[in-house]
Nanobody, 122 residues
Framework: VQLQASGGGLVQAGGSLRLSCAAS????????MGWFRQAPGEEREFVAG????????FYADFVKGRFTMSRDNAKTTVYLQMNSLKPEDTAVYYC????????????????WGQGTQVTVSS
């Protein structure tokens, strides 16, 4: 399984970015997909996810109403549209995939991308 994340960058507070994660080597529709982030000195935390069974999306409270996750099964790609970005959103963002049942815990996701840096200036 390979996950290739892209789309990070430097943006001013209030701006937007769209992250992409291209997946290969897996039966994409059979995997739950997620986005996590990790700031320096902090633990990796759940941001958003899509359940494999019915495509339901889930979000961390701190991104609700600002971030939207979607998946394109034909392109085996997931996206994270990030609007109204805040300086506290600055982190390395990772996409993840796992074939098991739903979880927000980072330690129960088997496959990870390399991460893409998001920096929000004030």
């Amino acid at each position: 399984v390979q996950l290739q994340a892209s789309g990070g960058g430097l943006v001013q507070a209030g701006g937007s970015l769209r992250l992409s994660c291209a997946a290969s080597g897996l039966t994409f529709s059979s995997y739950r997909m997620g986005w996590f982030r990790q700031a320096p000195g902090e633990e990796r935390e759940f941001v958003a996810g899509i359940r494999r069974s019915d495509g339901s999306t889930f979000y961390a409270d701190f991104v609700k109403g600002r971030f939207t996750m979607s998946r394109d099964n034909a392109k085996t790609t997931v996206y994270l549209q990030m609007n109204s970005l805040k300086p506290e959103d600055t982190a390395v963002y990772y996409c993840a995939a796992d074939p098991r049942g739903w979880s927000r815990r980072a330690d129960v996701w088997d496959h990870w991308g390399q991460g893409t840096q998001v920096t929000v200036s004030s």
